[in-house]
C-alpha cells in the first residue's frame, strides 16, 4: 500500500518559516518524482515545486525563491522548506508522487503527471 503522510503545518506569522515534510511508503521512493501542491481556500490546488533524481528542481512562480524542495532518499522523505511566508500562502499543502521519462522537474508542474497524493497538511500564515 502506497502511503504519503505530510507533516510540519501549523499557524505561524507573516515573515516565518516552515518546514513542510513528506514521508513515503510502499514504493520505490528514489526513483519517483515528487512535487508540492497546495490549495488555498475557495480556489483549486495549484503547482508550488518538483524535485526529480537525479537533483532537478522547479518552482512556481510565486515561490520567488522563498521555498526550497529537497528529498532524502534514505529516509524515503520529501521536505519543503518556506521562508518569508506570506498570507498567500495559506492553504492546505499536499505532497505528490509520479513518474515519467523526462529528467528536468520542469515537466512535473501538471496534477496529472502524479499518480499518489497525500491527505495535506493545513499552513497558515497570519498578518
Known amino acids: 500500500q502506497v502511503r504519503l503522510i505530510e507533516s510540519g503545518g501549523g499557524l505561524v506569522q507573516v515573515g516565518d518559516s516552515l518546514r513542510l515534510s513528506c514521508t513515503v511508503s510502499?514504493?520505490?521512493?528514489?526513483?519517483?518524482?515528487m512535487g508540492w501542491f497546495r490549495q488555498a481556500p475557495g480556489m483549486e490546488r495549484e503547482f508550488v515545486a518538483a524535485?526529480?533524481?537525479?537533483?532537478?528542481?522547479y518552482y512556481d512562480n510565486f515561490v520567488e525563491g522563498r521555498f526550497t524542495i529537497s528529498r532524502d532518499n534514505i529516509k524515503n522523505t520529501l521536505y519543503l522548506q518556506m521562508k518569508s511566508l506570506k498570507p498567500s500562502d495559506t492553504g492546505v499543502y499536499f505532497c505528490?508522487?509520479?513518474?515519467?521519462?523526462?529528467?528536468?522537474?520542469?515537466?512535473?508542474?501538471?496534477?496529472?503527471?502524479?499518480?499518489?497524493w497525500g491527505q495535506g497538511t493545513q499552513v497558515t500564515v497570519s498578518s
Open positions: 505528490a508522487a509520479g513518474q515519467g521519462t523526462y529528467v528536468q522537474a520542469i515537466y512535473y508542474a501538471e496534477e496529472s503527471r502524479y499518480r499518489y
Open positions: 510502499g514504493l520505490p521512493f528514489s526513483s519517483y518524482v
Open positions: 524535485i526529480n533524481s537525479p537533483i532537478s528542481t
